[in-house]
């Protein structure tokens, strides 16, 4: 439960919700599409058994559309970041 001391410190709390909320929805719609999660060398793995080879893993995905997906259907969030393709 939270208290609030005075009645501008529940205004500054709610004022920062909405400057957060603004800047998620400027973000969703003129930010990057795509983010980079993740990035796995395969290829340097591949030393072990004696060669190494190029093979990048990407995790790409959106951060808000994997939020807008966990907050509705937990279990999604097995699939966001979706793997990407290796270069």
């Not at 709390?13 to 909320?21: H, R």
């Amino acid at each position: 439960m939270t208290i609030w001391s005075a009645g501008s410190s529940r205004a500054r709390y709610l004022s920062s919700i909405q400057v957060s909320q603004r800047r998620a929805k400027d973000y969703e719609e003129n930010g990057p599409k795509l983010s980079i999660f993740g990035e796995r060398n395969h290829g340097a793995l591949l030393q072990i058994v004696g060669g190494r080879r190029n093979a990048l893993q990407y995790d790409i995905g959106n951060p808000l559309t994997a939020a807008k997906m966990t907050r509705y259907q937990l279990p999604a969030a097995l699939y966001a970041p979706a793997a990407g393709g290796s270069v």
